[in-house]
């Protein structure tokens, strides 16, 4: 994403908001921010707490092009009117939910 644009912002869903969409996360949302922030490509992380969120985002941090995984395909093409969306593919044979399983056999 980076060499697409000069200033990466990444929003990170809280585990309130992960709750209300029904996941739960195995490394709590403070770790995700630490994580995901000390990427080299990654200028700002931001909590996102809510769907809504995300079209006062965009306005807030100047975002041009909103990016999401593919598995979320036209679910944001209403955001167009604020911005380019971009769809990216998911790493194959990668999944959260495969590598929660794969603790659980260890825990």
């Given at each position: 994403?980076?060499s697409?644009d ?9 585990d309130e908001?992960n709750n209300?969409?029904?996941?739960t996360?195995t ?6 921010m ?15 707490i809510s769907?809504?969120q995300?079209?006062e985002?965009?306005?807030k ?27 990216l ?6 999944s ?12």
């Amino acid at each position: 994403m980076k060499s697409i644009d000069n200033y990466l912002c990444v929003g990170i869903s809280t585990d309130e908001f992960n709750n209300k969409k029904g996941k739960t996360c195995t490394i709590p949302f403070e770790h995700r921010m630490d994580i995901v922030g000390s990427l080299k490509y990654v200028d700002y992380v931001f909590p996102e707490i809510s769907w809504e969120q995300k079209v006062e985002d965009i306005d807030k941090y100047k975002i041009d092009i909103f990016a999401m995984g593919d598995d979320w395909k036209g679910k944001f093409d209403f955001l167009s009117s604020k911005c380019k969306i971009l769809y990216l593919p998911r790493t194959l044979d990668i999944s959260s939910s495969s590598i929660k399983s794969n603790i659980k056999k260890y825990i």
